[in-house]
Each structure stands twice: as C-alpha cells, then as structure tokens.
C-alpha cells in the first residue's frame, strides 16, 4: 500500500502481490518477455506464467504472442499516492489528509467506513487498483479490471448535517463533470441520482454512505467509479449484467494519465463540499439540470411504494426527481430509475 501524507505503510517488494508487480511492469503497453520479466522481479518464468493467468482471471486483457512475450492491451499508469498528491489542485492541498493507493481490497468505501472520522475540512482519499466486492447503489456489483478504471473513495467531516445532504450525490456528480471536462470530454451526462453516463452508456457512478449521530458531525464517504479502459470482453460482461457500460477510451481519451484524472475528480469533489457545505445544492443546481439525461423521457421509478410511470421532470431545489404521471407531479427523494422506449 502507497500512502502519503500521515505515517506512511507502502507496501514492500515482498509484499506485494507478483499480479501487481507484473501489472506495473506492463503498464507502458510494449511487450516484454517472461524472461525479462522474471529476471527483474527476481522470480522463475512459471510464476510469471501464473501471474499473467491472475491477470486474465481479474479481467485484465493481456496479449501473450510466442518470442514477444506480454503485454497489456491498454497502456496507462499504475496508481501512485505521490502523483496523486502532487497534481491536486493547490486550493485543495491543505485539505487533504492522506492519499493511499492499494493493489486490491473489497471496497474503497468499506475502507474508509472502518476508520474514525477524520477532522473538520479535510478529507482521507483511498483508490485501488482491483476491488473484490466493489458496489454501487442497491447492492450491485461494481466490475472494473486492474488499470481499466478508477475505483476511489474519499471521507468528508461535516459540522453538522447539511439540510440538503440528500442531493450530495448530485452535487458530486457535478463535481465529476467538471472534472471530466479539463481532459475533453464533451457531451457526458448525469442520470439522477448518482450514475455518469456517455451517450446512453454508463461512464461511471457515485455510492456515498453517511456516518452521523442525531446531533453533532456527520461523516460522509463518497465513493467514486469512472471506467477507463475496461476491454471488450469486460464490457461485454457488464452488458450482460443489463447495464450498458461504456469508458473513455471509447470517447478517444486512450493516453489520459488515471493519476491525473483521480486527482481531478477529488480536486473538483473537495471545493463542491467545501461550497455545498456553505451553500448547499444552490450553487450546483442549474449545472446539474443542464446535464440531465433523463429530463423530458419515459421512466419508470421504482420506489418503497411500488413503481410510477410517466415523463422524467428535472429536479426541485432540493435535488429530489419530479415525475409527471397520469395522477399527478411526484417527487421522489430515493428510488430507482429506468428509461422506457420510445
């Protein structure tokens, strides 16, 4: 484990898991031989064999072509904790605690839930390279690969709840826009409540778990998806899961740097709670309306009270979803949304 800022506890060459250290190895996307391979790791060619089919069983595409060895199907960067850091935006610095990255763990948010609440205005960030349970809203799976997307969780202290705390995902999912836009992404959406999307495929998705007593502070871990370069096949396999998945590689952002993004989306995440915080959704909410996928169509919502059908209305200035149905305007505060055809 990489960390910075607070005690460090990187991981060792010893500790490291050899997947992980052969994933960095191929990261540059050029092919390299097992010998090499074994030969700078200190390792036999058969533990690297066995390393690579690790890989391939945690969706990595890995390409193996006799007398060339290996080699990652997408180039990028393994996730380091000292870049991370060093490219936030310098408003922001101070009030990041620690960065930590991780080859793999179950859950980013799960992580960040297990420790004490960190101090008033600054924030523990938490990315990895793999999660072995990873979840989004409602208990769903979140299937990334190693290098193919990133997984990252941040934990936020409130002084008290904020009245608008219900519409953090949306403000967050704004946060991740702007973050998305400084690489050049044109044209990605938000789904209410919590789901980024690129033309009609989901670009990623924003979990937060709240941490509060009934009085006093309240903890918020906010837990982030954005896929990068997923492959095919794992495309193929969350396309089968019903959800229609897309990454930004398919937007043509193939090069883009996964440690500069990550320190994007936390930069924007960490002055939208620091303005929601002063201002709640006010400051966010006409970018968000004009951002919105599903304003003007077909839905049906599934919430506590059975499902409503009608026409997706936008949201009201406390972020909750407006439904024109056959009995009337709704508006709903949580629920689960789907677009009908036509």
């Given at each position: 484990?990489?960390?910075?800022?607070?005690?460090?506890?990187?991981?060792?060459?010893?500790?490291?898991?050899?997947?992980?250290?052969?994933?960095?190895?191929?990261?540059?996307?050029?092919?390299?031989?097992?010998?090499?391979?074994?030969?700078?790791?200190?390792?036999?060619?058969?533990?690297?064999?066995?390393?690579?089919?690790?890989?391939?069983?945690?969706?990595?595409t890995l390409h193996a072509v006799r007398n060339r060895g290996y080699r990652?199907?997408?180039?990028?960067?393994?996730?380091?904790?000292?870049?991370?850091?060093?490219?936030?935006?310098?408003?922001?610095?101070?009030?990041?605690?620690?960065?930590?990255?991780?080859?793999?763990?179950?859950?980013?948010?799960?992580?960040?839930?297990?420790?004490?609440?960190?101090?008033?205005?600054?924030?523990?960030?938490?990315?990895?390279?793999?999660?072995?349970?990873?979840?989004?809203?409602?208990?769903?799976?979140?299937?990334?690969?190693?290098?193919?997307?990133?997984?990252?969780?941040?934990?936020?202290?409130?002084?008290?709840?904020?009245?608008?705390?219900?519409?953090?995902?949306?403000?967050?999912?704004?946060?991740?826009?702007?973050?998305?836009?400084?690489?050049?992404?044109?044209?990605?959406?938000?789904?209410?409540?919590?789901?980024?999307?690129?033309?009609?495929?989901?670009?990623?998705?924003?979990?937060?778990?709240?941490?509060?007593?009934?009085?006093?502070?309240?903890?918020?871990?906010?837990?982030?998806?954005?896929?990068?370069?997923?492959?095919?096949?794992?495309?193929?396999?969350?396309?089968?899961?019903?959800?229609?998945?897309?990454?930004?590689?398919?937007?043509?952002?193939?090069?883009?740097?996964?440690?500069?993004?990550?320190?994007?989306?936390?930069?924007?995440?960490?002055?939208?709670?620091?303005?929601?915080e002063r201002e709640g959704l006010k400051p966010f909410i006409e970018e968000w309306r004009a951002a919105d996928a599903l304003r003007g169509r077909?839905?049906?919502?599934?919430?506590?009270?059975?499902?409503?059908?009608?026409?997706?209305?936008?949201?009201?200035?406390?972020?909750?979803?407006?439904?024109?149905?056959?009995?009337?305007?709704?508006?709903?505060?949580?629920?689960?949304?789907?677009?009908?055809?036509?």
């Amino acid at each position: 484990m990489a960390r910075t800022g607070g005690s460090a506890h990187p991981e060792t060459r010893e500790s490291t898991p050899l997947a992980a250290r052969v994933f960095a190895a191929l990261c540059d996307g050029r092919f390299h031989s097992g010998e090499q391979l074994a030969r700078a790791l200190g390792v036999s060619r058969s533990a690297i064999w066995k390393a690579a089919g690790t890989l391939r069983e945690l969706g990595a595409t890995l390409h193996a072509v006799r007398n060339r060895g290996y080699r990652l199907a997408s180039a990028g960067d393994p996730l380091d904790a000292a870049k991370i850091r060093e490219r936030l935006a310098r408003d922001v610095r101070d009030h990041v605690r620690s960065v930590e990255t991780t080859w793999s763990t179950a859950s980013t948010n799960s992580v960040l839930l297990a420790r004490a609440n960190p101090p008033g205005a600054t924030s523990e960030v938490f990315l990895t390279e793999y999660q072995t349970a990873g979840r989004g809203r409602l208990g769903r799976a979140w299937l990334a690969s190693p290098g193919g997307a990133i997984c990252l969780s941040l934990s936020w202290t409130f002084r008290e709840v904020p009245r608008d705390l219900g519409a953090l995902s949306l403000v967050i999912g704004v946060c991740a826009l702007r973050a998305l836009r400084s690489f050049g992404v044109a044209g990605a959406g938000l789904k209410w409540p919590n789901d980024l999307l690129l033309g009609e495929g989901k670009l990623g998705g924003v979990l937060i778990e709240l941490r509060a007593e009934s009085t006093g502070p309240a903890c918020v871990v906010i837990g982030i998806g954005v896929n990068m370069a997923l492959g095919a096949a794992l495309l193929q396999r969350i396309t089968e899961t019903g959800v229609a998945a897309t990454d930004l590689k398919s937007a043509g952002l193939a090069e883009t740097s996964r440690n500069s993004v990550a320190a994007a989306l936390v930069s924007a995440c960490l002055r939208g709670l620091l303005a929601f915080e002063r201002e709640g959704l006010k400051p966010f909410i006409e970018e968000w309306r004009a951002a919105d996928a599903l304003r003007g169509r077909p839905v049906d919502v599934t919430a506590a009270h059975g499902i409503a059908h009608g026409l997706a209305r936008g949201v009201d200035v406390h972020g909750a979803l407006l439904v024109e149905t056959p009995q009337g305007l709704k508006r709903f505060i949580a629920g689960d949304v789907t677009v009908r055809p036509g």
